[in-house]
């Protein structure tokens, strides 16, 4: 017989959590339980010093010399070198710059220019749209492009594939994909990988050379709390850096950008996928988060995290849980289906309870193990069950949809 | 006969000039002479507070809901409406997002489109270089381009052309162009015109509607004081935007990005020149610094600009100035040339003259009315003309080059 868990046991297992005293790092606000972290980190405590550091000191003081001085014009160069370590990659291979969205223009055009031959792109059918967006949008810069968007992305690799494009977590599923495995077999048949880390950078341990991927990007305002719309980042191995080539051939990725010559030579390594002038301001918090990241292990992060979601999904018995069940084949989140998401989500809101909705019927938690608590998940489906059962969700102020949902 | 100009005399400006009280809205370091606004603007006052509200309360406590409750998800288009009255644009045609350099391939992109028999593109010689190695990087990806670098834009314009791209102001020599004629003289040959701005907004009034310019780029973190990498911004003629449609498609240029459709259909208007998501934080700056040019007329700002150079240019009698003497054809910078400039320009720094070097040979000093006195262009060229008297430049230290020069 098994003695079914109580919050009095979540107390002690946050009592004796190695993470926990991380949570202090953090700004939380009082009363709240914050599912979120995986569609927008917390703010770290020191991000706030840091960003009046470069704006009043930096900025207003140091002025223009700051770009020498304070090294501005290495951060995306420095800041990806401290993110590397975080997604398995080496010093020199990890930019951080611009947005995802940008990042994954310059990646597919890279990609694609080193298989002239092969004209198919493989992607998932439920990939996180912005990704199957740009990838529309290189492809009919580029013209003759066919795109395979498909369940089963293994089935779908053949020889004719020139890239395949994926997503580490499913963002609406939490669903987890074997980096390892999959690389393996796209390689088999000469495929270039490209990998969307944008839900598994901070979530858990990627390990991007020990898989052998090709390019990567991935957000950092997710679970690397780096802010909103924080700089992103790109990741390209090492082995493709002398051949790789993107389009958006700003000065910034220039192999000398003061000379102001008229042509266009790429940078040495990861500095050819800048484009223009970095925004400096919103690199501070960024830093600020990766201090805290400089002291963890994703190991224990990762440790930590399947403890998080598994006892979400135990609480939540009798919830129609969408993500996969099986540790092992999930990310850092929990997503419950229910006709009424919306409604809910926002009465969950209203009882200070912050996860997100995914159209059409999808609810989303997020557990972020630096400032996540075993007893907030516990608090937290003590709430939703109770708005179930009250079926306070059906107040009609729950039905009136925001801009951003 | 006309007395000399004294220092007295330009005490008695500064104490007359309309502008003068706007300088206590700046950060100026003690005993800095600052002529780099050209290249970075200073810090506005109220811009630690905005990014400490930004950073403390939006994010910090109001967390993701701050994409609806602070209007973080509509800062592109609000902060792009702000910025249209200084470029003579309508509200709905400039968009404040990405870098320079990002923006420029989106709007190459989608001119280039809307002509699709034409293969030609004329480009200045001395453009700034990020401008033609994006080009470079358009027209690679879509092949089959031809580029004409020339001195002489209007001679290069015929029926075969597609996009003109000129700078308004030239980076180096701050020579102003004439944009009414210019773009009259290119729709004659049906020639859709590409206007980077960097180097004229918030220097001069620009009349991009009066002008009937079709696409334009450009910078705040120079004249517009938005900090270092500040969003930058793009306009698109409301004539053209149903049909320009450009290829960096991301999510937030989606006509719905929060239904997740797999499909692209860009946003009406100028949304859809949107990517990825912006960096919040790199905004609040730059809205600090437009609450001060709410407050400014551009023809206030020009007449003190014409000033102020002209005052530059006449005490710097006997000096090689490279700007034009014409007043009509000069931006708000003037540039020496001097063959040991590099050298010259880091005596200048040494002694609270802040300028800069553009190589080969040139020195630049840039005059920004909102904060720059009279008397800095007279104290500025005494300690130029006393570093060139007794070649104090010619210090060792003065030889070893910064990365950023």
């Known amino acids: 017989m098994v003695t079914p868990i109580t919050r009095a046991h979540l107390e002690h297992w946050d009592e004796t959590d190695e993470l926990g005293v991380l949570r202090e790092e953090f700004v939380l606000p009082d009363g709240l339980i914050y599912l979120c972290g995986n569609s927008l980190g917390v703010l770290p405590r020191a991000a706030s010093e840091r960003v009046r550091t470069t704006v009043d000191a930096e900025w207003g003081q140091g002025l223009v010399g700051s770009w020498n001085t304070a090294g501005w014009f290495d951060k995306p160069v420095t800041v990806g070198d401290r993110l590397a370590r975080l997604v398995g990659a080496d010093s020199g291979e990890v930019l951080a710059a611009d947005s995802t969205s940008v990042n994954l223009f310059k990646v597919l055009s890279a990609a694609l220019a080193l298989h002239p031959d092969r004209k198919t792109v493989v992607a998932e059918a439920d990939s996180f749209p912005t990704d199957l967006y740009l990838l529309d949008g290189v492809t009919e810069m580029l013209g003759g492009y066919e795109h395979r968007l498909v369940e089963n992305v293994e089935g779908a690799l053949d020889d004719q594939v020139a890239v395949l494009l994926v997503n580490h977590v499913n963002y609406r599923t939490g669903r987890l994909r074997d980096m390892a495995a999959l690389t393996e077999l796209a390689h088999r048949h000469g495929v270039l990988t490209v990998w969307d880390l944008c839900h598994s950078a901070g979530a858990l341990p990627v390990h991007l050379n020990a898989c052998e991927a090709d390019f990567a990007v991935g957000c950092t305002y997710k679970y690397l709390n780096g802010g909103p719309g924080s700089p992103a980042f790109v990741y390209v191995a090492r082995r493709h850096q002398e051949r790789a080539r993107q389009p958006l051939s700003g000065w910034m990725g220039h192999a000398s950008p003061f000379t102001f010559d008229v042509g266009y030579t790429p940078s040495d ?117 109770e708005i179930l059962a009250t079926e306070s969700w059906r107040d009609p102020k729950y039905a009136v949809r925001a801009k951003v949902t």
């Open 269 to 385: 390594g990861i500095r050819r996928f800048s484009a223009g002038t970095p925004p400096i301001v919103s690199y501070a918090p960024l830093e600020a988060s990766l201090d805290i990241w400089d002291r963890v292990d994703l190991d224990d992060v990762r440790a930590k995290s399947v403890k998080l979601t598994g006892l979400f999904i135990e609480l939540a018995a009798g919830l129609d849980v969408v993500s996969p069940t099986d540790s092992t084949l999930r990310g850092s989140q929990v997503s419950l289906r229910h006709p009424e998401s919306y409604a809910v989500m926002r009465a969950l809101v209203d009882r200070g309870v912050v996860g997100d909705f995914r159209a059409p019927d999808m609810m989303r938690f997020g557990f972020t193990p630096l400032y996540t608590r075993y007893t907030d998940v516990w608090d937290a489906l003590e709430i939703l069950r």
